[in-house]
């Protein structure tokens, strides 16, 4: 595979659950850093709780580690002004590299206050966050499709649009099968979506995750996968090694098959996500 062709590494982290615990993921970024991402991107709190977290967070990866960091921002619940103060909190660190999320409609949002929200979709939150003219954008896409849409077919427009707006590369929702990918991938080709896209792949370390994390995003389990809970799923340490080699597997596969970036849901844990990055032949 030529330099050009090369499929992009990257990380996802979040921020820390508690406010003084900033030193537990600066130590994680430290770690991660060693194995040479193009970019490390942090999450946002749904609502745009814990934003300011965020900011701290990007702020450590790109001047500490030199790393690109790309900031999460959700809109669903927000005023233009909410959005206005992270993006100038954004800017005063130097971080200007955003995932526009429209995220999940909060528990406690009524039927009208989500109609009448004043970003309906993660395109309109790129087209007002344009403005800042030095801005960069990445969006999210569903292999499987979001939950929302009623067709995949549906799905892929409306991610089209949010190209059209400005998403200059697209991140993936978790996936399991790589056959859906690919298949999503040629779908997006088809429907003139050229922008590089990056496979996100999820190592499952233990059987609870597979009741929570999975569970909550709404990817499909292939057999292989529930084949391996069933067999390892009561011995932490086995169910781990299986995790962590099933996604090995997936993103070799994905690197094989030319994939433009591939990046791993690092869950925080540094120590799975360099087992699997030493695993890997790029
Ligand atoms: P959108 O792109 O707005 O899409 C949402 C739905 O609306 C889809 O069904 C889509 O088909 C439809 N749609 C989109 N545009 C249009 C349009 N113009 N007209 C009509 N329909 C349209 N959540 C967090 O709270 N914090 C995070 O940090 C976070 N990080 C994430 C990272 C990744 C890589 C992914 C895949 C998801 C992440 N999420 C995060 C979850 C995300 O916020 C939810 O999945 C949310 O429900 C949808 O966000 P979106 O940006 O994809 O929405």
Same mark, same amino acid.
């Given at each position: 595979m030529?330099?050009?062709n090369k499929t992009v590494?990257?990380?996802e982290?979040?921020?820390?659950k508690k406010?003084?615990?900033f030193?537990g993921v600066?130590?994680?970024?430290d770690?991660?850093?060693?194995l040479?991402?193009?970019f490390?991107s942090?999450t946002y709190g749904?609502g745009?709780s814990?934003?300011?977290k965020?900011?701290?967070?990007t702020?450590?990866?790109?001047n500490k580690?030199?790393i690109e @960091?790309?900031?999460?921002?959700?809109?669903?619940? &927000?005023? /233009?002004?909410?959005?206005?103060?992270v +993006? %100038?909190? =954004?800017?005063?660190v130097?971080v200007?590299?955003?995932?526009?999320?429209r995220?999940?409609r909060?528990k406690?949002?009524s039927?009208?206050?989500?109609e009448?929200?004043e970003?309906?979709?993660a395109?309109d939150?790129?087209?007002?966050?344009?403005?800042?003219d030095?801005?960069k954008?990445?969006?999210?896409c569903?292999?499987?499709?979001?939950?929302? @849409?009623?067709?995949?077919?549906g799905?892929?427009? &409306?991610? /089209?649009?949010?190209?059209e707006?400005g +998403? %200059?590369? =697209?991140?993936?929702?978790?996936?399991m099968d790589?056959d859906?990918?690919?298949e999503f991938?040629e779908?997006c080709l088809?429907?003139?979506?050229?922008?590089?896209?990056?496979?996100g792949?999820?190592?499952?370390t233990s059987a609870k995750?597979?009741?929570?994390?999975?569970?909550m995003?709404g990817?499909s389990?292939?057999?292989a996968?529930?084949d391996?809970v069933?067999k390892?799923?009561d011995?932490?340490?086995?169910m781990?090694?299986a995790g962590?080699d099933y +996604?090995i597997r997936?993103?070799?596969d994905?690197?094989?098959?030319?994939?433009?970036?591939i990046h791993i849901?690092?869950?925080?844990?540094?120590?799975a996500?360099k087992?699997?990055?030493d695993?890997?032949?790029?």
């Amino acid at each position: 595979m030529s330099e050009q062709n090369k499929t992009v590494l990257s990380f996802e982290i979040f921020p820390p659950k508690k406010d003084d615990d900033f030193d537990g993921v600066f130590s994680v970024c430290d770690k991660l850093a060693e194995l040479h991402p193009a970019f490390i991107s942090c999450t946002y709190g749904a609502g745009g709780s814990r934003s300011k977290k965020t900011v701290e967070v990007t702020d450590y990866i790109q001047n500490k580690l030199g790393i690109e @960091a790309i900031a999460h921002m959700t809109c669903v619940g &927000n005023k /233009k002004e909410d959005i206005d103060a992270v +993006a %100038s909190e =954004l800017k005063k660190v130097g971080v200007t590299h955003v995932l526009a999320l429209r995220g999940d409609r909060p528990k406690d949002m009524s039927d009208e206050q989500f109609e009448s929200r004043e970003f309906a979709h993660a395109s309109d939150l790129i087209t007002y966050l344009k403005k800042n003219d030095d801005f960069k954008f990445a969006g999210a896409c569903y292999p499987e499709k979001h939950p929302e @849409a009623m067709s995949k077919r549906g799905d892929i427009a &409306n991610l /089209k649009r949010k190209v059209e707006c400005g +998403a %200059s590369h =697209l991140i993936s929702q978790l996936f399991m099968d790589n056959d859906v990918y690919y298949e999503f991938q040629e779908q997006c080709l088809a429907s003139g979506i050229t922008v590089p896209i990056h496979a996100g792949i999820m190592p499952i370390t233990s059987a609870k995750m597979v009741s929570t994390t999975i569970a909550m995003s709404g990817t499909s389990i292939p057999k292989a996968f529930s084949d391996l809970v069933v067999k390892y799923g009561d011995n932490n340490d086995d169910m781990r090694k299986a995790g962590v080699d099933y +996604a090995i597997r997936q993103l070799q596969d994905l690197i094989d098959n030319g994939a433009d970036g591939i990046h791993i849901y690092s869950m925080n844990k540094p120590k799975a996500t360099k087992e699997i990055v030493d695993a890997l032949r790029f």
